[in-house]
């Protein structure tokens, strides 16, 4: 992935090992930009509690199930769009179940639309006047809707660049589905295409994960508010979106509210990153007396293994409403994937240019006997470092 800062354009190489980071399956690039949180889990019975107590209006913060359903759905279409960007994926088929799940299916769709994706939306049937205001209002951003399965069936609606969203069952859901939604489940649960599930993949037991032995594991999940506890198996991108939920949560129902988003973020990656994963960070700087100053402290400190520093880039950028040329030289800085914002932090402190070029590449394969030796030469983070972060 792409990690913060860029002062210049990227190279041409670069552009093409992200590119080629997609697979057939999904587009899952190996790096991440902070350690995973610890965050508790929660169980169907605390979700609920959660919910009543978000909207109950004799106490703070009495939120309407409009407000909720908005946040969610916002909460969902961001973390998609961090998975699947749409130059890589364009097409986006949202499958809409009959209760608040799939009322976050729906306003997540909207955002999608607007945002440039190309989005379908399957809509057997709805639960009330709301929900049909939100198929309406995605409709008018130029959603298609679909109300039942096409004679070809559903795969016929797949392209090389469609992603599922699965929004049919929530954490409420219980017992095997029921028409029309015994086709839908599946179809989800047999597709090659990638999947991101809201909440809980559909079919799973919310408590206890895929206990009917579905096989069914989606891409990617998005867990709202707190994740739950039969999503604690789930080996995909994992997200976490509940920015809406008051600190005293944290007391009353055992789940973590504070510490978790960065900046402005709606939704934090609770992946956890591989202890022998590792990433080829790409920094340019303006001369090679810059360049080997940095690379000298990111070696001497044990943050990176290795600083290659290519001389004689040119460098064409735009800078303050101006195209700007420079010769510059490039950095290849190689490291541990969870080492990254580490070495972002001493480019950043040693660097003289205003915003530094900071570019992250997973890497994916090599010499068995160069990432180990890559391995031994980085610091690992400590458990300590990593609660810290």
């Given at each position: 992935?792409?990690?913060?800062i860029?002062?210049?354009s990227?190279?041409?190489t670069?552009?093409a090992?992200v590119a080629t980071?997609a697979?057939t399956?999904?587009?899952?690039?190996s790096s991440?930009?902070a350690?995973?949180?610890?965050?508790?889990?929660?169980?169907?019975?605390?979700?609920a509690a959660?919910d009543?107590?978000?909207?109950?209006?004799?106490t703070?913060p009495?939120?309407?199930?409009?407000q909720?359903?908005e946040?969610a759905g916002?909460?969902?279409?961001?973390?998609f769009?961090?998975?699947?960007?749409?130059?890589n994926?364009?097409?986006?088929?949202?499958f809409?179940?009959p209760?608040?799940?799939?009322?976050?299916g729906?306003?997540a769709?909207r955002?999608?639309?607007?945002?440039?994706y190309?989005?379908?939306c399957?809509?057997p049937?709805?639960?009330?006047e709301?929900f049909e205001?939100l198929?309406?209002?995605?409709?008018?951003?130029?959603?298609?809707?679909?109300?039942?399965?096409p004679a070809a069936?559903y795969?016929s609606l797949l392209?090389?660049?469609t992603v599922i969203i699965?929004?049919?069952?929530?954490?409420?859901?219980t017992?095997p589905?029921?028409a029309?939604?015994d086709t839908?489940?599946?179809?989800?649960?047999s597709?090659?295409?990638?999947?991101?599930?809201?909440?809980?993949p559909?079919g799973w037991s919310?408590d206890?994960?895929d206990?009917?032995?579905?096989?069914?594991?989606?891409?990617?999940?998005?867990?709202l508010?707190?994740?739950?506890t039969?999503?604690?198996?789930?080996t995909?991108?994992?997200?976490?979106g509940g920015?809406?939920?008051?600190?005293r949560?944290?007391?009353e129902?055992g789940?973590k509210t504070e510490d978790?988003?960065?900046?402005?973020?709606m939704?934090?990656?609770?992946t956890?990153?591989?202890?022998d994963a590792?990433?080829?960070v790409?920094?340019?700087?303006p001369?090679g007396?810059s360049?080997?100053?940095?690379?000298s402290?990111?070696?001497s400190?044990?943050t990176?293994a290795?600083?290659?520093?290519?001389p004689a880039?040119?460098s064409v950028?735009a800078?303050?409403?101006k195209?700007?040329?420079d010769?510059e030289?490039l950095m290849?800085?190689?490291t541990?994937?969870e080492?990254?914002?580490?070495v972002?932090?001493?480019v950043?402190?040693?660097?003289?240019y205003?915003?530094?070029?900071?570019?992250?590449v997973g890497v994916?394969?090599g010499?068995?006997?160069?990432l180990k030796?890559l391995?031994?030469?980085?610091?690992k983070?400590t458990?300590?470092d990593?609660?810290?972060?």
């Amino acid at each position: 992935m792409l990690s913060s800062i860029m002062r210049h354009s990227t190279l041409r190489t670069v552009a093409a090992l992200v590119a080629t980071s997609a697979c057939t399956r999904a587009f899952t690039p190996s790096s991440v930009c902070a350690a995973a949180p610890n965050v508790p889990y929660i169980n169907s019975k605390t979700a609920a509690a959660i919910d009543v107590s978000l909207m109950d209006p004799a106490t703070s913060p009495s939120y309407t199930l409009p407000q909720l359903m908005e946040l969610a759905g916002l909460t969902v279409s961001t973390a998609f769009h961090k998975t699947y960007p749409p130059n890589n994926f364009r097409h986006v088929l949202v499958f809409v179940g009959p209760g608040n799940n799939g009322g976050d299916g729906l306003v997540a769709a909207r955002h999608l639309k607007l945002w440039g994706y190309d989005v379908t939306c399957v809509v057997p049937k709805l639960k009330d006047e709301y929900f049909e205001k939100l198929k309406r209002q995605a409709e008018d951003c130029g959603c298609e809707m679909l109300s039942e399965e096409p004679a070809a069936g559903y795969a016929s609606l797949l392209t090389s660049e469609t992603v599922i969203i699965d929004s049919v069952f929530g954490f409420s859901a219980t017992g095997p589905p029921r028409a029309p939604y015994d086709t839908i489940v599946p179809f989800l649960h047999s597709t090659s295409a990638p999947v991101m599930a809201v909440d809980i993949p559909s079919g799973w037991s919310v408590d206890s994960g895929d206990v009917n032995d579905t096989k069914y594991s989606p891409d990617s999940l998005i867990s709202l508010t707190a994740p739950k506890t039969g999503s604690k198996g789930f080996t995909g991108r994992h997200w976490l979106g509940g920015r809406f939920v008051p600190k005293r949560f944290e007391a009353e129902f055992g789940i973590k509210t504070e510490d978790i988003y960065e900046g402005a973020e709606m939704v934090r990656e609770l992946t956890t990153t591989s202890d022998d994963a590792y990433s080829v960070v790409y920094v340019t700087a303006p001369n090679g007396d810059s360049a080997q100053s940095i690379a000298s402290e990111l070696v001497s400190t044990k943050t990176v293994a290795c600083v290659n520093i290519i001389p004689a880039v040119k460098s064409v950028y735009a800078w303050k409403g101006k195209v700007e040329t420079d010769d510059e030289v490039l950095m290849m800085i190689k490291t541990r994937q969870e080492r990254v914002k580490d070495v972002e932090k001493i480019v950043k402190k040693l660097h003289e240019y205003e915003t530094p070029e900071v570019l992250v590449v997973g890497v994916e394969g090599g010499s068995e006997e160069y990432l180990k030796w890559l391995g031994e030469s980085v610091e690992k983070k400590t458990k300590k470092d990593k609660d810290e972060e």
